[in-house]
């Protein structure tokens, strides 16, 4: 393994920290190194991999896939990616649909989308987006530049301009952003990489009010809280609210790279139009078989009714571990994506985890993140419990 790290050093651009760990197979919550060692994977390849490692269904609608067509570009048409645009709409509750290859290309085009939609009432340019502080978006120049984290974006400025930002869960700062310029509120539905920070529902009608009342596009980013994680297919479903705008990747394609933005058919039908965007990978056949079977089995399955049973036993073991240890500070977040908040870098406990055989990531200095595959039991979760309890008390020893 430090062999492979060593060769890869060598030739990979060094954008990523990575842990010291080769991995080779999967199998079900679990995953091996180069050398054979077991781990349980509470990260899923950050929230992609939903189904789990070595679902047969899956590989073998794929390998199906593969020996009839990959490619063949968006000039044509094709049957999978077809009846993929069918099955996620209608899980969506949402109408037309545009396939990605990546999250961040997903929040590319809803940008673009409610941009063409105010030019397209007034004519101007100048029109602003509001997004949240702590978010979090993708790394691509627009993304970028409504991803509320400065450290982020500093090196990469001038980026695309007329963004703002407001504060999450706080009313007053966002409505004192709005102006007659402002054309969308942009925001994850739960915050991931910010800290698994779930907005409130008062905060979210008010901003769909807002949105409604002054036309203004409410765009909803689902790329992480999505695809059931939440205990709703999409986590705004509990609230009750539909945005103009979605975007989802991750889990949509539970390890084959797809993305996607969905929209209204009054935004459909107000704002792209031929030539205003394109991909030359989005919704090929693959794409479209990988998103047709993980719907598939995330129904057969019943994906979302274990994420509520078993999200709810995980949310009850982490908070008993936080009153049992006073370096946790608090825990938060929906269904099979949780966090723990401590209160000093909790980058040791991560590596101790890893040593014990645990995959955990973190979300910020001081935050440990949970976004297990979909498909864990409860005894999988006593497992983890286990493990990260003996990880605390060795940092407590120390």
Known sequence: MKAYIEEAEKVLLHTYNRYQLVLDKGEGVYLYDTEGKKYLDFCAGIAVFALGYGNQEYNNALKGQIDKVIHTSNYYYNVPTIEAAKKLTKAAGMDRVFFTNSGTEAVEGAIKAARKYAYLKDGKRDHEIIALEHSFHGRTMGALAVTGNPKYREAFEPLIGNVRFAKMNDWESVISQVNEKTCAILLETVQGEGGIHPSREEFLKKIRELCDERDILLILDEIQCGMGRCGTMFA??????????????????????????????????????????????????????????????????????????????????????????????????????????????????IKRAMEHGLILINAGEKIIRFIPPLIIEKKHVDEMICILSVCLEEEKEK
């Open 236 to 349: 705004w479903q509990k609230y009750g609210i539909r945005p103009d705008i979605m975007t989802t990747a991750k889990a949509l394609g539970c390890g084959i790279p797809v993305g996607a933005f969905l929209m209204t058919e009054k935004i459909a039908n107000a704002s792209l139009v031929p030539g205003d965007h394109g991909t030359t990978y989005g919704g090929n056949p693959l794409a479209g078989a990988a998103i047709n079977k993980v719907l598939d089995l995330f129904e057969a399955n019943n994906i979302i009714e274990n994420v509520n049973s078993v999200g709810n036993y995980l949310k009850e073991q982490l908070e008993l571990l936080a009153e049992k240890y006073e370096v946790i500070l608090e825990r938060r977040g929906e269904g099979l994506m949780q966090g723990l908040e401590f209160a000093c870098p909790v980058g040791p406990y």
